[in-house]
């Protein structure tokens, strides 16, 4: 059973929006969740994350004022609304889960992870 099933990624213009979803299941509905993307010969980028309750928000730098994670428990599922893209979001996106954090940023400390939706900003 897949923990995380991301969508809503596409082909979007400059300076344009798109919001991401990603189901949660299993342990991975009570965790905090989170999403990172990786660019074509890139390492990947920790972006959002969000504790349980919501009590707890980080962003990345370089998506901070643009982007907005949320979730809504009652459909386990996490959000991420971007706003603005640039050429430079484009990447695959993936959400995570991790039941237990030190470093929000740090990807090797989430346990599960979803297979990735593609957003590509186009100029």
């Known amino acids: 059973q897949k923990q995380l099933v991301e969508s809503g990624g596409g082909l979007v213009q400059v300076g344009g929006s798109l919001r991401l979803s990603c189901v949660a299941s299993?342990?991975?509905?009570?965790?905090?969740l989170g999403w990172f993307r990786q660019a074509l010969g890139k390492e990947r980028e920790f972006v959002a994350a969000i504790a349980w309750k919501g009590s707890t928000i980080r962003y990345g730098n370089s998506v901070k004022g643009r982007f907005t994670i949320s979730r809504d428990n009652a459909k386990n599922t996490v959000y991420l609304q971007m706003n603005n893209l640039t050429p430079e979001d484009t990447a695959i996106y993936y959400c995570a889960a991790a039941e237990i954090l030190s470093r929000w940023d740090a990807g090797d400390e989430y346990d599960y992870w979803g297979q990735g939706t593609q957003v590509t900003v186009s100029s």
């Open positions: 299993g342990r991975a509905s009570t965790s905090a």
